[in-house]
């Protein structure tokens, strides 16, 4: 339905419309889905993306809006050698595992699939047009939070077989809100997934966060990670899947003792955010904005200068690539319109 030079004539044409300069502009490749009305557009490099954005997103922003798009993604072309190259990667380091587990061989199989169609690969459209077997025991406890990435992981272990259980520890309302424990309800009924909650005092932490001594999303990160891994050897179950988007590549999973492996299973894909949402979206989950939980939320407050621990964690993600420059920059923004 789109073409390069009508692309470009219609970028050029709103970019004038604005006041900015026009640009010559090189595009490598253009996808258009219809299923889910998302054109994808492959530039050659970022400065081509960066045109085609424009600032603050308002030359793509209209060029959604005069298409009548549900989305526009702009991709630079090395960006996806970046991707590809980490998916290459993942598939060794997958591939060298010696388990036998039904999920995991499902796993190989979708990164082979997306390393084929890397630049129009979409989560939903490959998964409703390809069935996979699912394992008659548990292979795989998801750690679910209620957040779009966790709950990315817990879709994508159902779907692919690993028949998983679902377990969040859960500190109390000032870590795990009300609204991220509907969500997690509404997503395993949906599944059919078991759900247990682990019970656990964070009383430390939350005493230590709020009197400045820590930030505190290391060491709840930890704690949080820990207790699911012990649930995960008591019943033994092989591994724990987790929805980290780091880190990447050969680091996507590894062995945690004798007896269990931890998955990053948006990291072992090499999945980002937009990516991440466009699966989740018909679960009709509940996405809040801003960065953290109610606990950061007062620790920035109190103590302001623990934003740039924050803001070091995005910027990890950013430089991966699984955050988008304008995500980051929405993300640390969201920092500064709390008090002080």
Not at 90 to 107: E, I, M, Q
Not at 177 to 204: F, W
Not at 287 to 292: D, S
Request: glycine share 6%; net charge negative.
């Amino acid at each position: 339905m789109y073409d390069e030079k009508f692309i470009l004539d219609e970028v050029n044409k709103i970019r004038s419309e604005i006041g900015h300069d026009e640009v010559n502009i090189y595009i490598e490749e253009i996808h258009f889905n219809e299923d889910t009305d998302e054109l994808w557009i492959i530039t050659e490099d970022r400065p081509d993306k960066s045109a085609i954005i424009g600032k603050g997103g308002w030359v793509v922003g209209k060029l959604k809006e005069k298409l009548g798009l549900e989305s526009i993604h702009v991709e630079s072309y090395g960006d996806f050698l970046n991707k590809e190259y980490k998916l290459k990667l993942s598939k060794r380091t997958v591939g060298n595992l010696d388990l036998d587990l039904v999920g995991l061989d499902n796993l190989k199989k979708v990164i082979d699939d997306k390393l084929d169609n890397i630049y129009s690969f979409n989560y939903e459209n490959y998964l409703n047009s390809h069935e996979f077997e699912e394992s008659e025991k548990t292979e795989a406890v998801v750690a679910l939070s209620g957040g779009v990435d966790s709950s990315f992981s817990l879709i994508l272990a159902k779907r692919l077989g690993f028949n998983p259980i679902a377990v969040t520890v859960d500190p109390g309302t000032i870590i795990l809100p009300n609204q991220y424990k509907i969500n997690i309800k509404n997503l395993t009924e949906s599944l059919n997934v078991h759900h247990e909650y682990l019970t656990a005092d964070y009383n430390e932490i939350i005493n230590e966060s709020l009197s400045g001594k820590l930030h505190p999303c290391g060491r709840c990160s930890k704690n949080t990670g820990e207790i699911a891994k012990q649930y995960a050897k008591d019943n033994e179950i092989p591994i724990i899947i987790f929805g980290d988007m780091l880190a990447t590549g050969t680091q996507c999973i590894n062995k945690q003792d004798d007896s269990l492996y931890r998955l990053n299973l948006p990291a072992s894909l090499s999945t980002g955010k937009q990516e991440i949402k466009s699966l989740i979206r018909k679960y009709d989950l509940r996405e809040f904005k801003g960065f953290g939980c109610p606990l950061l939320y007062e620790v920035h407050k109190k103590y302001p200068h623990m934003k740039k621990y924050s803001i070091q964690r995005i910027l990890r993600e950013t430089r991966s690539q699984a955050l988008e420059p304008g995500e980051a920059l929405d993300l640390i923004w969201s920092f500064y319109k709390t008090k002080n």
